[in-house]
């Protein structure tokens, strides 16, 4: 093939999994905070691969500096949209031949520790394997920022209040109706905001609390619906969470049905079924899996 018939349609780079641990120490409390980020880079770089010309390479060990220096300097690791922000924004403004920044952060839980019944003011525990997510790209071009958050493998299971009947039925179709199972989902939630505004993103906006109210309405649904299916209380947390978040523009969510089915008996002549149903197999897979976006009509005013 001749190099006319080509050409280098997009390129980004830069550092991936670059583990962070930051520790904030005031007086006798200490916070711990733990990341993984993906800083990437987007911008006047063709050259360095179609020309071998690495005058334009931002070193991918820079951008995992970068990482480690702004975390040094910041007040804000914890509130990861914010740190998030912090390094686009010095990207940008450090290298004018960039003009995408991508930083992409993994919050890891470290919980508080309750010893003697008190929180104990330096010791964590890794309470689940759940974690918040964002994802920061900012431009240039318009000064445009995106920001998408997620939540991240929390996994949840109700051993009543779910039932699954009345579906579409022809030759292919062997499911028994059932008025009473077992849910269980992994929850993969991922909101956005949108704005031409950092700076209205970055002081108008409460991060943390939009985190805090996804899991907490997407647990209390959980727990509280009378679940016709996994879609319609999916639709429920989508709902509630644009209704209280006024800041958040769309959410997906990716659900598993993560399948516990009634392990059959007859041939013992023991009943595991209807009323007498409570040793079940949890199938891992295949699995059902869930998704939809639910957005607003009108954009989210910010
Ligand atoms: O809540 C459910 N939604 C489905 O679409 C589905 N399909 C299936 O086999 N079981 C279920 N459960």
């Known amino acids: 093939m001749s190099s006319s018939q080509v050409y280098l349609k997009k390129a980004r780079y830069g550092k991936d999994k670059v583990k962070l641990m930051k520790v904030y120490r005031d007086n006798k409390w200490q916070t711990c905070v733990e990341l993984t980020i993906c800083l990437t880079l987007e911008g006047d770089i063709e050259t360095s691969y179609t020309e071998a010309d690495n005058s334009v390479v931002v070193t991918t060990d820079t951008c995992k500096n970068t990482c480690y220096i702004l975390a040094k300097r910041s007040a804000n690791v914890d509130n990861i949209e914010v740190f998030g922000q912090e390094i686009t924004e010095h990207v940008l403004k450090q290298y004018k031949h960039i003009h995408v920044a991508h930083v992409e952060i993994i919050k890891h839980k470290w919980s508080r520790m309750v010893v003697d019944g008190e929180l104990h003011p330096h010791s964590f525990v890794r309470d689940g394997e ?139 002549k023991i009943d595991n079924t209807d009323k007498n149903l409570d040793v079940y197999q949890p199938v891992a897979d295949p699995s059902g899996l869930i998704t939809a976006t639910v957005s607003r009509k009108t954009a989210a005013k910010l």
């Open 130 to 268: 759940d974690v918040t997510t964002t994802h920061v790209t900012q431009y240039r071009d318009g000064n445009k920022i995106t920001i998408e958050s997620s939540l991240k493998n929390l996994l949840v299971l109700k051993t009543t209040g779910s039932a699954f009947h009345s579906f579409y039925r022809d030759e292919y179709t062997t499911l028994p109706e059932v008025w009473d199972r077992i849910f269980s989902t992994s929850v993969d939630a991922t909101w956005r905001f949108t704005s031409n505004s950092p700076s209205v993103l970055r002081h108008q906006v409460n991060f943390p609390e939009i985190h805090n109210s996804v899991k907490k309405i997407t647990m209390d649904t959980f727990a509280k619906d009378d679940s016709a299916s996994v879609q319609a209380t999916m639709y429920k947390m989508q709902q509630q969470i644009l209704r209280d978040n006024k800041a958040v523009g769309e959410i997906d969510y990716a659900l598993p049905n993560k399948h516990y089915f009634g392990v059959d008996m007859s041939k013992f």
